[in-house]
């Protein structure tokens, strides 16, 4: 026997149905409706809320008919794991890969990400960051607009896919982290409110609606997403979670839902014996979300260190529209890679008031650093890639500073070989009004920037989405074969060096006129000139890496040609 359970606070009857057989559910506590038939793993169903159509499963782990077609039954029992014992390694050692299923291999699939994984090792990564595979509308999609957070998206390759690609990341020692999002729901097949007050009018969010944490009736909806996050670590042996845009989660309870669950999630962590991540996606600049719960913080593991992504793109691509145009100095790379937030209290032109505070003494490996990542490039006009907006010599030296700079590094994928295929914003709406919503909202996200609506591609365009897919053939030519030996090298020296993987935030000289700074890690340094002119910088030792040619040291001196960098070793 199978148990049924929903909780549809809002109807008076519901009824189970299984291929037009109807079955009553009993009335429980609180609005949970409950019922009991033969109904082995593979059957489809749904819901009747009070005699109206049959909807799906709130908490459905498979919508093999799309959004809007019933749930099917799953038992994540069934599933024959292999990765007893499985220890994953430490986030203060990490470097994390973020991958797009649809696009990372060319059949978009969880069997083709396999299929790439052993690139992943070569290059040295340790934690395989994965963007949301909850269903979502469509067959493709970047997945931020999933309705049923508790099925894996069918076109990748369902509940069975996404098991098989994570034991096989652990059978090759890589760590799994999920993108999941709590902060909204998309549109297309979002039926939750028919159930209940998922949703609050209290809070207005850019998608309508914020989801209900704190208004009446919320308690379920706190325990819908807790549990949610529980079923990732616990039925997909998840190592961890990437939470999107926490600020966009509104919740004024006297304990927050993301302290909450990461009291849930330590818990957990202690129950499977694993360590267990939760990694936040904020703008806030608030230590908040990353302090301690014990020193009044959330517990978030890390966040994401958009601050140090913005400070390197607006020097080394030279863009300054938009949010970049609180960047764009020498200075501003070295506030981030010495103290973390380069916005801690200052003034911010592009807010028009002061934002955020100091991180206050907190470790380096609380923040994620990165050059790229799929919002700082697929939420450009045509998802151009850094590859296609800097030099060369600039992406060997922002790699650098990422990859041996003190917070845990992030690349996206292609990132390690200067992919020459964008990342753009793609999604296949059933709907034709929501897909023409869709197209109309994207082509006015883009003023700030100075972008024409003729530059921005057709979002739900089939070669939008196909254009997007990494070609792997390019890895063996140059210069991609040449860059991926760089990174290779980089993370393979920050794997090595103990002092490139120090909790504490590293003295960083630079000049801003002459565009050259100096990272001093322990016994290393690494030197940057980001000018087109040769440049002599402070530094000695041995030069362990060089991203050009005619690089020397000369006593207490290093000489750097434009555009370049070093990377020395003294004692």
């Known amino acids: 026997m199978t148990r049924f359970a929903v909780w549809a606070l ?296 958009d601050d140090l992504h913005h400070a390197l793109h607006s020097v080394l691509a030279g863009e300054r529209a938009g949010y970049y145009e609180d960047f764009g100095t020498v200075a501003q790379i070295a506030a981030a890679l010495s103290e973390g937030f380069v916005y801690a209290g200052q003034h911010s032109a592009h807010r028009g008031r002061p934002h955020g505070q100091p991180l206050s003494g907190l470790p380096a490996y609380r923040l994620v650093g990165y050059l790229q990542n799929h919002d700082q490039i697929g939420n450009r006009a045509r998802g151009d890639r850094s590859s296609q907006l800097m030099s060369d010599g600039l992406l060997r030296v922002g790699a650098a500073l990422v990859l041996l700079g003190p917070s845990v590094p992030m690349l996206f994928q292609g990132e390690e070989w200067g992919a020459a295929t964008p990342f753009q914003y793609f999604t296949a709406h059933e709907d034709p009004e929501l897909a023409e919503a869709v197209r109309r909202g994207r082509q006015g996200e883009f003023d700030a920037f100075g972008w024409r609506p003729e530059d921005v591609p057709d979002p739900q365009a089939r070669e939008t989405f196909e254009c997007s897919r990494l070609d792997w053939t390019e890895i063996a030519r140059p210069p991609h074969a040449s860059l991926l030996d760089w990174h290779r090298a980089l993370i393979a020296l920050r794997h090595a060096e103990p002092d490139l993987r120090s909790p504490s935030w590293p003295k960083v000289s630079f000049d801003a006129t002459a565009r050259w700074l100096v990272l001093e890690r322990g016994h290393w340094q690494v030197c940057a000139n980001l000018s087109s002119s040769l440049q002599r910088l402070p530094g000695s030792g041995e030069i362990v890496l060089a991203s050009a040619p005619k690089i020397s040291v000369d006593g207490s001196a290093v000489l750097l040609a434009p555009e370049s960098v070093a990377v020395l070793h003294s004692g």
């Open 10 to 305: 809002r109807a008076t009857n519901v009824e189970l149905d299984i291929g037009g057989t109807r079955t009553a559910m009993s009335a429980g506590d609180g609005g949970w409706f409950s019922v009991d038939v033969d109904a082995p793993p593979g059957t489809d169903y749904s819901f009747v809320l009070d005699g109206g159509m049959p909807l799906p499963d709130p908490r459905s782990a498979c919508q093999a008919h799309g959004v809007h077609g019933p749930s099917r039954v799953v038992d994540h029992s069934a599933y024959s794991w292999t990765d007893a014992g499985w220890t994953p390694p430490s986030w203060e050692s990490a470097v994390v890969y973020e991958l797009h299923v649809g696009t990372v291999s060319p059949a978009g699939t969880f069997d083709g990400a396999i299929e790439r994984l052993d690139h992943l090792v070569s290059l040295g990564v340790t934690h395989v960051e994965v963007m949301p595979v909850a269903q979502f509308s469509g067959e493709h999609g970047w997945g931020y607009d999933g309705v049923h957070l508790w099925a894996v998206h069918h076109a990748y390759g369902g509940p069975h896919g996404f098991k098989d690609f994570v034991d096989a990341c652990h059978a090759r020692g890589l760590a799994v982290l999920l993108d999941v999002v709590y902060n909204h729901l998309g549109p297309a097949g979002n039926y939750l409110s028919q159930f209940g007050p998922y949703f609050t009018a209290k809070y207005h969010t850019p998608w309508g609606d914020a989801v209900n944490y704190d208004d009446d009736d919320s308690a379920e909806v706190r325990v819908f997403v807790i549990a949610n996050a529980q079923m990732w670590l616990r039925d997909y042996h998840v190592d961890g979670l990437r939470l999107d845009a926490v600020h966009a989660i509104h919740d004024d309870s006297p304990m927050h839902v993301l302290e909450e669950l990461g009291s849930r999630v330590e818990a957990l962590s202690q129950e499977l014996a694993r360590e267990l991540v939760l990694v936040a996606e904020s703008d806030l600049n608030d230590p908040r979300v990353i302090r301690d719960r014990a020193s009044g913080g959330f517990g978030m593991t890390a966040q994401w260190s």
